[in-house]
């Protein structure tokens, strides 16, 4: 193997490790967001449709990208184990297995996607024949055409995980990101009355730009366009980087040919993660047409609140993954007190965090929402979303401790246990009972908010509770060698 800047979690200190590894993923994180903020920055820009058809066309994007995105957790949690125990040739073999497997499982629901994009939008509540309903399907389909660009970039980035490299990843996100925020308006707006070049002083290049070509842009598809080729840019040259060696993996073409037996593995341990991901994912679109039930004004500005909630708590997935990470790989190497050191120390740090993030959250509510949504309607829109800021923002916290602490089960490949946790929450927790105040209760979307603060509540307390219970302790790779059969063995 040769020296990366790879990080070996199972001796010596946890807290600076755990903060090296963590924070290029909290970044990473981050800057996966800007592409969803960044979109509903310049599509605000467009007026309130634009923004709605955003809100209307994200939720089954989000589930059918959570099913396959779900299976990468496998590829991490095996290669941090495996690395744990030091069995290298298997790592590089799991690592193949897996980007070869979650390509053609993206393929397959890219395909399935795009068809189906009318269906899922009825499904949620958008109504046919509207301009909205419109723009959701144009940008549907886009990006389930690039979806594997998508896809390429998570599984690239759980192996490197799982490995110790969240450095990688981050530079290359953040050139994607750069580029993405750059030709985003162009693809928007065109050369027609583009607020980047008001806003950069370049109004008499956009003039000859526009007198050149013509180009006054794709509305809300040319939001989608942006965002795939911005992504092609991250994942091409870091499935290429698998292949090199430069980073501690070296991929080869045999470790893409599927095995029964490793695919087997990566099923069990990624299928929950994947239903986990996806119900999550549908609790939103279910959020979302529960909402619809007030107005598409209120969409919208859920729209708003939900893109900057998972900014918020990006950080707390980030460092939940460098948690699993930390565990894995204890875990591997029979560390289990040291594992539990790690989600203890996670949990402190991020309940201090969010304590002051809330606060900003709610102190200046109005002029964060307010940000991402002008034109008409804009007013209702930020009261709607500033209410959300006023009853979600403090319970910031304990969603906070929630990704942590599951963190901790995923890299243990307990991820049957995080699935269960999880799905009661977002539906026994949230979607159910947003549903009765905004119906029986007639609360409208105060009903809403109120059901997702309670989800943060009551999620945070189950898996505290599941964690100090200590069962999931046990690592997944012993299981696999034997299920792998005599191959594996001798590896």
Avoid at 386 to 395: C, K, L, Q, R, S
Wanted: hydrophobic share 55%; with cysteine; net charge negative.
């Amino acid at each position: 193997m040769s020296a990366t800047a790879d990080r070996d979690l199972t001796e010596g200190s946890l807290l600076r490790p755990l903060l090296a590894l963590s924070a290029p993923i909290v970044f990473t994180q981050l800057l996966q967001v800007l592409y969803n903020l960044v979109d509903t920055f310049w599509v605000g820009r467009l007026g309130q449709e634009a923004v709605s058809a955003l809100s209307f066309s994200w939720p089954p994007v989000f589930v059918l990208i959570s099913l396959g995105g779900g299976l990468t957790l496998a590829g991490s949690v095996l290669v941090a184990q495996h690395k744990g125990a030091e069995n290298f040739e298997r790592v590089e073999e799991v690592a193949g297995q897996a980007l070869a497997f979650v390509s053609l499982f993206s393929l397959v629901l890219g395909a399935v996607g795009y068809v189906m994009a009318p269906t899922f939008l009825r499904l949620i509540g958008a109504e046919p024949g509207t301009t909205v309903f419109e723009y959701s399907v144009e940008y549907m389909r886009v990006i389930f055409t690039g979806v594997w660009f998508m896809f390429g970039f998570f599984v690239f980035q759980s192996l490197l995980r799982g490995w110790g490299d969240t450095t990688t990843p981050m530079y290359l996100m953040a050139v994607s990101v750069a580029v993405n925020v750059v030709i985003d308006p162009v693809f928007i707006m065109g050369f027609s009355e583009n607020p980047l070049f008001a806003m950069l002083g370049l109004e008499g290049l956009e003039a000859t730009l526009l007198s050149a070509t013509g180009f006054t842009g794709y509305g809300v598809q040319g939001a989608a366009i942006a965002t795939i080729l911005s992504r092609a840019l991250a994942t091409v040259p870091g499935v290429l980087l698998l292949f090199s060696g430069r980073l501690g993996l070296s991929l080869s073409l045999s470790d893409l040919v599927l095995e029964a037996a490793t695919v087997r593995k990566i099923v069990s341990v990624g299928y929950p993660a994947s239903i986990e991901q996806s119900s999550g994912a549908l609790s939103y679109t279910a959020m979302t047409a529960v909402v619809a039930l007030v107005g598409s004004t209120a969409v919208a500005a859920f729209g708003i609140t939900a893109r900057l909630t998972s900014f918020v708590f990006l950080p707390a997935v980030g460092l939940g993954m460098g948690v699993e990470t930390a565990v894995g790989q204890n875990l591997g190497a029979d560390r289990q007190e040291r594992a539990k050191r790690v989600v203890y120390m996670a949990v402190g740090m991020l309940v201090a965090a969010y304590v002051a993030v809330s606060a900003v959250g709610v102190v200046w509510a109005r002029e964060i929402v307010g940000a991402f949504i002008v034109g008409e309607g804009a007013d209702r829109v930020v009261d709607i979303g500033a209410e959300y800021m006023y009853i979600v923002a403090p319970t910031f916290a304990l969603m906070g401790v929630f990704h942590v602490v599951k963190g901790c089960f995923n890299g243990a490949g307990s991820t049957r246990a995080a699935m269960l946790m999880s799905v009661a929450s977002v539906w026994g927790l949230q979607v159910v009972p947003a549903y009765v105040l905004v119906t029986t209760f007639e609360l409208g979307t105060t009903g809403a908010w109120i059901g997702i603060a309670g989800m943060h509540v009551g999620s945070a307390l189950i898996v505290l509770a599941w964690f100090l219970r200590g069962t999931w302790t046990e690592n997944v790779i012993d299981e696999e060698e034997e299920e792998a059969g005599p191959a594996a063995a001798a590896d």
